[in-house]
């Protein structure tokens, strides 16, 4: 009985969390990389990111090579 009340319970939860939002508008829109800002955005600071992480995790690594 308490293994079926708490998959009674887990099911109520996932079907209320599963709704669908029909009021929200949801932007499909291609990007405008005519804005200046769009491409600072979208290009130029995802690939400064990924080349910080990539000096940061090597700087690490030579970091615990060092100490041990």
């Known amino acids: 009985m308490r ?8 099911l109520n939860i996932a079907l209320l969390q599963a709704q669908s939002q029909d009021l929200v508008k949801i932007n499909n829109d291609p990007v405008d ?3 200046p800002l769009n491409i600072l ?3 130029i ?6 080349v910080f992480y990539i000096w940061w995790m090597r700087k690490q690594r030579e970091e615990r090579e060092q100490n041990k």
């Open 45 to 50: 600071f995802p690939i400064l990111l990924a």
């Open 41 to 43: 955005l979208y290009i």
């Open 33 to 35: 990389f005519s804005n």
């Open 3 to 10: 293994i079926l009340l708490t998959a009674f319970f887990l």
